[in-house]
Structures are given as C-alpha cells and as structure tokens.
C-alpha cells in the first residue's frame, strides 16, 4: 500500500480559526480555492444532440461540481463551520490542505507506508524512545474542527512543547536506530529542528500538525 506523510508547522488554534474565519482570514482563504480550479473547456457539442437547441445544452455559465477539486461554495460552507456532505468531503479535504500549505511556516510530504512506520516505531522504542513519542503519537490529538477525516487518513496535532522532546529524544536514539529506519528519522528531524527558532517569532506556540494518509 502507498501513504503519505504530511506536516505542517502551525499553531493548532491559528489552523481552527479557519473554520471560523473572520473577514481577514476569509479574504485570504477564498482566493486559494479558486486558485484550485482548473481552466474551464467550453467546447461546443456538434454531435446529433446539439440539433434539440436549448434543452439539451449546460448552462455555460453553470460552475461544473467536480468530486475533487474545491470550489468556493465548498470554502465558504468550510469557513462558517457548517455541515459537509459526503460527496464534498474529498474536495474539502484538498482544500484543507491548500490553507495549510499556505499558513504554515513550513511544511513536508514523506513516504511512509504501515510496514515503514511499524518498523520506525520498534526501533525507536528498542532505542528507549517513551511510546509516547513515537511516529503515531503525531497525529494522536484530534484537530477538533468541523471537518471529518475519510476512512483512508489519520490527522491530528503534537503540541509544540512535545515536538521539541520529540527532536531531543529521536537525536540521542539515532546512533542505536536500524540502518533502514535511520534516514527516515532523519527526514522528521529536518523538519522538526527549527521548532524553537518558530517560537521567538510568533506570539503563539507553533505546533506540529501531521496527516497520514493511503493512496
């Protein structure tokens, strides 16, 4: 099976505010889900159907609902918190990622497959990591917001205090990691390192949100 790890530097209550967004945030939240629409194709059909006029043509101004690219019906409803249908739930999950893209202060996507992240979280115990620092423990606190994940993803958030024992933690294990686990600790080091430099330039803590998705 293929997955996916992404990661996002944000302050978790920033991230919320985006469900709840006030007029600021709405304007600068808006224009990333037209961003996500693709060039509209307005080829005109000349086959025997054509021939019936009117009744047979899409309005050419009708906006064209596609089950996964967002649109800004799918953004207004995602920022007044309201309910989202089943079938908007995959493009609503896009354009979450697209916000967090954008406000994060960084992020990260990482290959990471069940076997990988079995292997990484044996490891890291085997080298005296506590449990509740190992690569699931990420995403373990739930995001509260709006906004429920498919049966393909987990999704949550590490508090910035416990990214910045994390990063002590797996650096002192690294020399007793598995060759083949190594690299990928590395990876999440990376990206995890400059925690501390985040919180002398916000006013708010940054923390870690993490999604974890099969594909």
Same mark, same amino acid.
């Given at each position: ?19 709840? %967004?006030?007029? $600021? ?9 037209? &961003? ?8 005109? =059909? #000349? ?9 047979? *043509?899409?309005?050419?101004?009708? %906006?064209?609902i596609r ?5 800004? #019906? ?6 007044t918190?309201?309910?989202?249908? $089943?079938?908007?739930?995959? %493009?609503?999950?896009?354009? !979450? ?6 406000? %994060?202060? &960084?992020?990260?996507?990482?290959d990471?497959?069940?076997a ?6 044996? +490891? ?15 995403w373990? #606190? &739930?995001?509260?917001? @709006?906004?429920? @994940?498919?049966? !393909? ?7 910035? +205090? ?5 990063? +002590?933690?797996?650096? =002192?294990?690294?020399?007793d ?5 190594v690299?990928f ?9 400059p925690?501390?430099?985040y919180?002398?330039? *916000? #006013?708010? @803590? ?7 998705? &099969?594909?």
């Amino acid at each position: 099976m293929a997955a996916e790890l992404r990661l996002w530097a944000i302050g978790v209550d920033e991230f919320r505010q985006c469900f709840a %967004a006030p007029p $600021s945030l709405k304007e600068t939240l808006l224009p990333i889900s037209d &961003s996500l629409q693709p060039p509209e194709t307005k080829a005109q =059909s #000349h086959n025997l159907f054509s021939k019936f006029g009117p009744l047979m *043509r899409h309005p050419e101004s009708g %906006a064209v609902i596609r089950p996964l690219i967002p649109n800004r #019906h799918d953004a207004e409803a995602m920022m007044t918190g309201r309910f989202i249908d $089943s079938d908007r739930l995959g %493009a609503c999950w896009v354009l !979450t990622q697209a916000w967090l893209d954008h406000l %994060a202060m &960084s992020h990260a996507v990482l290959d990471l497959t069940p076997a990988q992240m079995d292997t990484l979280e044996f +490891d890291l115990v085997r080298a005296g990591v506590p449990t509740q620092l190992g690569i699931r423990h990420l995403w373990r #606190h &739930s995001l509260d917001i @709006p906004l429920r @994940p498919t049966n !393909t993803m987990s999704i949550g958030y590490m508090a910035h +205090d416990t990214v910045l024992e994390l990063t +002590d933690q797996w650096t =002192s294990a690294l020399t007793d990691l598995e060759e083949a686990t190594v690299q990928f600790a590395t990876s999440i080091l990376k990206f995890t390192s400059p925690f501390p430099e985040y919180a002398e330039t *916000r #006013h708010a @803590p940054v923390d870690l949100i993490a999604w974890w998705a &099969s594909r």
